[in-house]
């Protein structure tokens, strides 16, 4: 086992990974869909389910002293590319100033949700 590699958040016991895992400088945030603050699904419109999910991903980075300032890229699965629009709206609230790497794909999740997003985040060790 590689010591400088720590899992991050409470693992699901039915699944075989953690929320988030820190190696070296750097914080790796698996999938994550609209759930809020208990885990449970949140169901709505694709703004609503865009700021849950990053609400989500905020949730996890700040168990190691992270936040969204510190992504470096994201990876969003839209489950219609038609919303598109839409979700890079409520996107752009969140990183106003655009200084992340981003990519976007048209997916079906393995979950209900119309949106995914997994993301790295930089946050040097002290």
């Given at each position: 086992?590689?010591?400088?590699?720590?899992?991050?958040?409470?693992?699901?016991?039915?699944?075989?990974?953690?929320?988030?895992?820190?190696?070296?400088?750097?914080?790796?945030?698996?999938?994550?869909?609209?759930?809020?603050?208990?885990?449970?699904?949140?169901?709505?419109?694709?703004?609503?389910?865009?700021?849950?999910?990053?609400?989500?991903?905020?949730?996890?980075?700040?168990?190691?002293?992270?936040?969204?300032?510190?992504?470096?890229?994201?990876?969003?699965?839209?489950?219609?590319?038609r919303d598109f629009?839409?979700?890079?709206?409520?996107?752009?609230?969140?990183?106003?100033?655009?200084?992340?790497?981003?990519?976007?794909?048209?997916?079906?999740?393995?979950?209900?949700?119309?949106?995914?997003?997994?993301?790295?985040?930089?946050?040097?060790?002290?």
């Amino acid at each position: 086992m590689n010591d400088a590699i720590k899992p991050i958040g409470k693992k699901n016991p039915n699944l075989p990974f953690h929320p988030g895992v820190r190696a070296g400088d750097y914080i790796f945030v698996s999938g994550q869909v609209a759930k809020d603050e208990q885990g449970n699904m949140c169901v709505g419109n694709i703004e609503e389910e865009t700021r849950w999910t990053l609400e989500s991903i905020r949730r996890i980075l700040a168990l190691d002293g992270a936040d969204l300032s510190d992504v470096v890229k994201i990876t969003v699965y839209l489950e219609d590319a038609r919303d598109f629009g839409r979700y890079n709206g409520v996107f752009k609230e969140f990183f106003a100033e655009g200084r992340i790497a981003r990519t976007t794909v048209e997916a079906r999740a393995v979950v209900s949700c119309k949106i995914e997003m997994d993301a790295i985040a930089y946050k040097p060790v002290r």
